[in-house]
């Protein structure tokens, strides 16, 4: 959907707010074109102005179908900050998982792969370096989101997989954390909790070592 035309109009680049408004007038007009074809959700990748259209129309009643509002990398901070977690919302509208990308696509030979293309030098490109894509998922899942990764080459893949281990290596849920922390007695609200992944990542682990003490033996061991 190209906004294009209406920043001519405007002879300027539409403001927030008058691409929220825009997008609120234009989005039904698709909504239509799905249900007519008997599509009736649809996950959302685009930015926080999508967001907030579609938060707008389901304020307003106005949202026909149920949307699944991913988060991008760059608006990772802001999602965090606000507590947002994966699962929020309602049946119509709700928090999405964060989506990353890792590599490019086949047919650009861009696509991340442990050998060169046939009949090419390279072996396409890491859009996101492992050290980054690591730190990237540890803040989402330690804030309670989700994460779904774009990898098409089988070292995107590789390294994908990695980082998702080592996620899971740190032993807990985000909600057998939060319980963990209740039986720890350690008071600290989803936005400090955050601001801790983001900026302190030895204290953030020393909470976690914290919290799973205070598991009992069974849960313990499980995580």
Known sequence: MSLAPFAALAGAAPSPIVLVALLVCLIPTTIGALLSVGLTSITDID?????????????????????????????????????????????VFRVGPVKFFSDGALGSHTAHMTE????????????????????????????????????????????????????????????????????????LDRKVLA???????EAFSAIIAQAKAALPKEDAKAA
Do not use: W
């Open 47 to 91: 930015g926080e102005d999508a967001r907030a259209a579609y938060a707008e129309m389901h304020t307003d009643g106005a949202l026909r179908l149920r949307v699944t509002k991913c988060t991008r990398d760059p608006d990772l901070e802001l999602a965090v900050a606000e507590g947002r977690r994966s699962g929020q919302g309602d049946d």
């Open 116 to 187: 060169p293309f046939i009949g090419h030098e390279g072996c396409g490109i890491a859009a996101m370096p492992y050290d980054l894509l690591l730190e990237r998922t540890l803040l989402a899942a330690r804030s309670g989101l989700d994460v779904v990764t774009h990898a098409i080459g089988d070292e995107a893949n590789r390294l994908v997989l990695d980082a998702f281990e080592a996620v899971r290596a740190e032993g807990l849920t985000y909600g057998q954390f939060i319980h963990a922390l209740k039986l720890a007695n350690i008071d």
């Open 195 to 201: 601001d801790i992944a983001m900026h302190e990542a």
